[in-house]
């Protein structure tokens, strides 16, 4: 197994990445046949609205993925995609028919029943929520995305990628098999922490150049790389780097912001191949 952690520890006065958080209104999720999978499907998109209880806890089910968009509303909205397949069209819609969408007190997950071979289920997840809300969120075969939120961020994936957008607070997760993507904006991290970690893939961090940080990196199989210039001193060991950018941070590992690494682009910080 390869695997990369890079940690970032960013502290100081903050360009607030909640005044630059955008008011998400677009609904992109949508039913199409793009797939990969030929078998008969059936395809549908339910909407469920209700008061903000100020805490989602969202379980998306063996396989389907979750994203949750921050906007100015008070209230939430819950987008849900159920899709089902089976050896007809007319036995897929059956299945999809059983299949039920929870939301009751910001508990969102559904149900259905057990398929047998050739037929199966799965639902996806497209949420708007107040920009200040705590999130938890799991998906085992799906990916995740959260952004413009700020809160007490909580993440788990199995099999899936990881996209954080503009957010802030208190932020945790990791992805055993899926890459990490992160945009972060301000002048430094607006909040207690950013920790997250992958086991079999990559990560980018991207930046402005205006971006204060203290960055600790390490990779155990692959190199490590940094479009932002890094002068090191002391005990320098194989693969492990320990720098700032910008104007820097405090080195504490309680306010860290923990990333496995991988590759990057201009304005990005982290290692090379795993």
Not at 13 to 18: N, Q, T, V
Not at 28 to 37: D, I, P
Not at 173 to 178: E, F, M, P, Y
Request: charged letters at 15%; glycine letters at 14%; proline letters at 3%.
């Amino acid at each position: 197994m390869k695997s990369a952690f890079t940690y970032l520890m960013m502290v100081g006065l903050a360009a607030s990445a909640f005044a630059q958080m955008q008011d998400n209104r677009d609904k992109k999720m949508a039913c199409n046949n793009n797939n990969g999978n030929d078998r008969p499907r059936s395809c549908s998109i339910t909407e469920q609205t209700f008061a903000s209880p100020g805490r989602l806890n969202i379980d998306a089910g063996q396989n389907g993925g979750a994203t949750v968009k921050g906007w100015l509303r008070n209230d939430v909205l819950v987008r849900a995609k159920v899709e089902a397949w089976a050896d007809t069209e007319s036995e897929a819609s059956l299945l999809a028919g059983q299949v039920h969408v929870n939301t009751s007190g910001g508990q969102i997950n559904a149900t259905g029943p057990s398929s047998p071979d050739h037929s199966g289920w799965s639902v996806s997840y497209e949420i708007f929520a107040p920009q200040t809300t705590d999130v938890n969120m799991k998906t085992h075969n799906g990916g995740i995305t959260i952004s413009d939120v700020r809160g007490r961020l909580e993440f788990s994936a199995t099999n899936g990628g990881v996209h954080l957008a503009r957010i802030a607070g208190d932020v945790s997760g990791s992805t055993v098999n899926g890459g990490l993507h992160i945009e972060l904006v301000g002048n430094s991290w607006d909040g207690r922490q950013l920790d997250a970690t992958t086991q079999n893939g990559g990560v980018t961090i991207m930046m402005p150049q205006s971006y204060s940080a203290h960055i600790q990196t390490a990779t155990v199989n692959g190199g490590i790389q940094s479009d932002f210039p890094v002068q090191v001193s002391g005990n320098i060991k194989p693969r492990n780097l320990d720098f700032n950018v910008g104007g820097g941070g405090v080195d504490r590992r309680r306010g860290s912001v923990r990333r496995a690494a991988r590759g990057g682009s201009s304005g990005t910080a982290g290692a090379g191949s795993i």
